[in-house]
Structure formats: C-alpha cells, structure tokens
C-alpha cells in the first residue's frame, strides 16, 4: 500500500474509524518514510458539520499535519441527481479526492480511507440483497488504484477497544446511529442478528468469502477477455455498436456468456447503468430467437439478433458502414407519410422520422460531362424528373410497395429486396421509402429504381439529399443512411 516517498493523504471524517486510521498513520510515517496530509469533506447535511471539521483541523494542528478542507452540499446534489444521500455522499467524496490530487498533489498522491472487514460485509450483503453479480459480491479491495485501505482486515470491535485503551477522543455521526440508510440498517440488524444468533465471526466468513470470490472473478475475467476477442468482431468494434457472432457465442459455458454481455455493455457505454442480470439474459436468450428479434435495454442501448448474431448499440449510433448489417435508425415509422410536389420547379424540404429530406429540381442542359457529376454517395441521388407524374412521398414501406431491377422493367417486391438484402425485420419497417404509389424510385441508404434513372434523353434532374437537420428547434445529426 504504502512505499517510502508516497504522500499519503488520509480521509477522516472525525468518527472513530478515521481517527483510528489518522494514529495508525501517525505511527507509521517514520518508519515507512511518506508524507501524511489530511482531507475533511464537509457533507453540509447535519447542522453540526461545521464542529466536525474543526475536531478534525485541530487533530492536524496539534501533530504538525496538513489539514484540507472540502464543502459540498450532498443533500442538493443529490436531489438533482434522483439518487439516495449515501450514494451521492460517496460520489462527491471521490470527486473531492481527484480535486485535491490534482490541485495540490500533481496528481501523485494515495488516498487512505478507513473501511473495515464490518464495512466490507455490509457491501457484500447489499450487493447481495440488490441483486449483484460476481464482482459485486467481490467486496473491497485493499488497494484500488489510489485509493488504499489500511484498516480493512480490522473489526469494528478492535477500531473501538483500540481507541478506548488508548484514550483517543474522536466524534460520533448521528446519522450513523439511525436506521435511515440501508447500510445501516444491515450493520444494526443483520450483522448483529448473524453474530449473535446464527455464528460467531460471521462477518470475517462473509468477507473471508469475499476474498475467494475475487479470485475467481479474476480467473473469470481472464477467460472472458478470451471468449470476447473469439466473439466479437473487429472490424465491428466501433463507438456505440458491438457484433456478436452467434457461431462463437454458443459454444461458450453459460457463465462466460453472460460475462461477455457485460463486457460488450461496457464497451459500447463505459458507465452504463441500471444493467441487471435481467437484461443480460434477454439479450443471452436473442441468440435463440428469429433473425430479426430486438430486446429494448437501459441507457439507450438496445440489442437486434441479425444474420450473423446479435448486435448490441446505442440509438445514437450512425455508423453507415454497418447499415447493412445492424439497425443504424429508426424505430418503426411512427409519423405520417411526407410528400414532395410535382410542378414544374421544385425545391424545398421534409422532415421525416428526424431525418431532412431536400429536393431540387434542374434542367441538364448545357452541363458538359454531365454522367461524371452523378452523385454516388448513398445520401443523395438523382433522378428522372421527367418520368415522374403524380406527387412523390416519402413514407415507410406498405404491402404492394416494389421497385424495377433492370432497365427490362422486371420487379421485385420491397419485401423480398430487404429480405435479399439481410436487412433485419426490425428494421424493415423503419428504412424510409421515396415512392410514387407503390413504386419505389428509392429505398433510402440503399438503392434506387432501374425505371427512375439518369438517362441520356433526361432533360430534367429532381436531386433528393437526405441528413439531418432541425425541426422544431431541435438539431439532428448527420443520417444514419
């Protein structure tokens, strides 16, 4: 934990944890050769905060110690984060601490906090109670980063004998007395109940079981980091979209297909929250599913079972290379179909389904080298103006709806285009169509009608650009097509 030259900076709150902590550390500074400085983070949610911070300030003056001092309101913070006080305590905790090292320590420094082995069971158990997988149930660790913990082969019982044979004054939390914290809750009730009632030292086997877990969760993850790189496709490794090939994934033990999920989870949003074992196993049972079949999740992620396997992405996701293969947009044609004039001279805009649709119509006359401007991108596309007769919409697919293959005049049903073309069916229903009745002259992102094409007796071009745009104030970005 400790090596000579660290500077250490220890967290006290002033309770008798800390101040333990803060004696041991006392003791320890000649022998192990660091610096020791102090940090009090003032949580601003009991009136008597303020006398905390002063005990703890003269703690520091009287042994020629630093003393830093951080105020936060918890109780606002996190009010307007909808999360518990406890939890929003720890957070700005931490935040505090990477303030200060940064400030004040070039970044160099370690954090001793003062968890013990009771602190260790009581996360094991609310990890349990709420649901947590194996790194949940992993309990501390000693060292964790900059953050290490001197105390936490340590019972509460020794942090207290300890004190009282040494006479050591330190201060009592209120809010450590009361049951209105979980945390607390399970130390009033549960740890004491188990102690007293059901074993003798069942909270070292709680956090003795802890230590063997976090073992195995590192084997675990080694296997993991294996079965990722056999599964997931590199070249499909991208921001916000992961491909799982379904060939690989089935061959794995159950165990490392659930890890594997949480893994590709992480890789697509770094701090995905909310992911319960629940989700994992929906998106676990997807590879078993037809082609097609789509599983909503937390944090904007969603997972689509395609031909290949099963693709797991955020709806924000525009990465066009893959728009064949994975749903890139869309959410099922929910708007109402948009149409485009037909008159003589036509330019505008449409919005459709957040995407802008602009059209312009132009004459081709005296353009030279007028076949080498056609665009051949995939966002935008010229057609005949003069073969198009009644008004254009722009609309998701209906039944009927087809589009000409060759210059013969053959048809192909859209539907079996999409099927041709592995576009999963929970797509299908959202690719925007450019129609005249039930003619599609283009299925946007992908082709357009043989009937509608650039010819060398056009004497009129209708140019359709399709991106992104704002409507009602609100901006998109650029097209999924």
Same mark, same amino acid.
């Given at each position: 934990?400790?090596?000579?030259?660290? +500077?250490?900076?220890?967290?006290?709150?002033?309770?008798?944890?800390?101040?333990?902590?803060?004696?041991?550390?006392?003791?320890?500074?000649?022998?192990?050769?660091?610096?020791?400085?102090?940090?009090?983070?003032?949580?601003?949610?009991?009136?008597?905060?303020?006398?905390?911070?002063?005990?703890?300030?003269?703690?520091?003056?009287?042994? *020629?110690?630093?003393?830093? #001092?951080?105020?936060?309101?918890?109780?606002?913070?996190?009010?307007?984060?909808?999360?518990?006080?406890?939890?929003?305590?720890? !957070?700005?905790?931490?935040?505090?601490?990477?303030?200060?090292?940064?400030?004040?320590?070039?970044?160099?420094?370690?954090?001793?906090?003062?968890?013990?082995?009771?602190?260790?069971?009581?996360?094991?158990?609310? *990890?349990?109670?709420?649901?947590?997988?194996?790194?949940?149930?992993?309990?501390?660790?000693?060292?964790?980063?900059?953050? $290490?913990?001197?105390?936490?082969?340590?019972?509460?019982?020794?942090?207290?004998?300890?004190?009282?044979?040494?006479?050591?004054?330190?201060?009592?939390?209120?809010?450590?007395?009361?049951?209105?914290?979980?945390?607390?809750?399970?130390?009033?009730?549960?740890?004491?109940? &188990?102690?007293?009632?059901?074993?003798?030292?069942?909270?070292?086997? $709680?956090?003795?079981?802890?230590?063997?877990?976090?073992?195995?969760?590192?084997? #675990?993850?080694?296997?993991?980091?294996?079965?990722?790189?056999?599964?997931?496709?590199?070249?499909?490794?991208?921001?916000?979209?992961?491909? !799982?090939?379904?060939? *690989?994934?089935?061959?794995?033990?159950?165990?490392?297909?659930?890890?594997?999920?949480?893994?590709?989870?992480? *890789?697509?949003?770094?701090?995905?929250?909310?992911?319960?074992?629940?989700?994992?196993?929906?998106?676990?049972?997807?590879?078993?599913?037809?082609?097609?079949?789509?599983?909503?999740?937390?944090?904007?992620?969603?997972?689509?079972?395609?031909?290949?396997?099963?693709?797991?992405?955020?709806?924000?996701?525009?990465?066009?290379?893959? +728009?064949?293969?994975?749903?890139?947009?869309?959410?099922?044609?929910?708007?109402?179909?948009?149409?485009?004039?037909?008159?003589?001279?036509? +330019?505008?805009?449409?919005?459709?389904?957040?995407?802008?649709? &602009?059209?312009?119509?132009?004459?081709?006359?005296?353009?030279?080298?007028?076949?080498?401007?056609?665009?051949?991108?995939?966002?935008?596309?010229?057609?005949?103006?003069?073969? !198009?007769?009644?008004?254009?919409? !722009?609309?998701?697919?209906?039944?009927?709806?087809?589009?000409? $293959?060759?210059?013969?005049?053959?048809?192909?049903?859209?539907?079996?285009?999409?099927?041709?073309?592995?576009?999963?069916?929970?797509?299908?229903?959202?690719?925007?169509?450019?129609?005249?009745?039930?003619?599609?002259?283009?299925?946007?992102?992908?082709?357009?009608?043989?009937?509608?094409?650039?010819?060398?007796?056009?004497?009129?071009?209708?140019?359709?650009?399709?991106?992104?745009?704002?409507?009602?104030?609100?901006?998109?970005?650029?097209?999924?097509?």
């Amino acid at each position: 934990m400790i090596e000579p030259g660290d +500077c250490i900076v220890a967290g006290v709150s002033g309770g008798a944890d800390s101040v333990c902590l803060f004696h041991l550390l006392l003791a320890l500074r000649e022998q192990l050769s660091f610096s020791l400085s102090v940090l009090h983070v003032n949580h601003g949610i009991r009136s008597d905060a303020g006398e905390d911070a002063e005990f703890v300030r003269q703690l520091c003056r009287g042994r *020629q110690v630093t003393f830093l #001092l951080v105020e936060e309101d918890v109780p606002a913070y996190a009010a307007a984060h909808r999360i518990g006080e406890e939890e929003a305590g720890r !957070i700005l905790r931490y935040q505090a601490f990477a303030s200060v090292n940064e400030q004040h320590y070039g970044g160099r420094a370690k954090f001793a906090v003062a968890h013990n082995r009771d602190d260790c069971a009581e996360t094991v158990l609310f *990890q349990l109670f709420r649901g947590s997988g194996l790194h949940g149930l992993c309990g501390m660790k000693p060292v964790q980063g900059n953050i $290490i913990r001197p105390l936490l082969s340590v019972q509460r019982s020794e942090i207290e004998a300890y004190l009282a044979g040494h006479e050591i004054v330190f201060r009592t939390d209120s809010t450590n007395e009361g049951d209105a914290y979980a945390r607390n809750r399970i130390r009033h009730h549960i740890l004491r109940y &188990a102690e007293r009632e059901i074993c003798r030292g069942s909270t070292g086997h $709680i956090t003795h079981a802890a230590d063997m877990l976090s073992s195995a969760a590192q084997y #675990l993850d080694s296997q993991t980091d294996g079965a990722f790189a056999d599964c997931v496709e590199n070249d499909a490794l991208r921001d916000g979209y992961v491909r !799982i090939s379904a060939k *690989q994934f089935l061959r794995l033990h159950p165990y490392l297909k659930g890890s594997l999920i949480h893994r590709c989870f992480s *890789q697509i949003v770094p701090a995905a929250k909310n992911i319960t074992s629940k989700h994992v196993d929906h998106v676990c049972a997807l590879f078993d599913k037809p082609v097609g079949r789509m599983v909503v999740l937390p944090g904007g992620m969603r997972a689509v079972r395609t031909y290949e396997g099963v693709c797991l992405e955020t709806a924000e996701c525009g990465n066009q290379a893959a +728009c064949r293969e994975k749903p890139c947009s869309g959410t099922g044609c929910l708007g109402e179909e948009k149409m485009i004039p037909v008159r003589e001279s036509a +330019c505008g805009e449409v919005f459709f389904e957040g995407l802008l649709f &602009a059209y312009r119509v132009f004459s081709r006359e005296g353009k030279e080298a007028f076949f080498e401007t056609i665009p051949k991108n995939n966002c935008t596309k010229w057609f005949d103006y003069d073969k !198009i007769k009644e008004p254009i919409t !722009i609309r998701c697919r209906r039944s009927g709806d087809y589009l000409a $293959i060759n210059a013969a005049g053959n048809r192909k049903s859209i539907k079996k285009y999409m099927i041709d073309e592995k576009i999963p069916s929970a797509v299908r229903e959202s690719v925007p169509l450019v129609a005249q009745g039930g003619h599609i002259l283009w299925v946007v992102g992908y082709r357009v009608s043989e009937a509608y094409k650039i010819t060398a007796d056009t004497k009129r071009v209708m140019e359709i650009y399709v991106s992104g745009g704002k409507e009602n104030g609100r901006e998109n970005q650029h097209a999924s097509y």
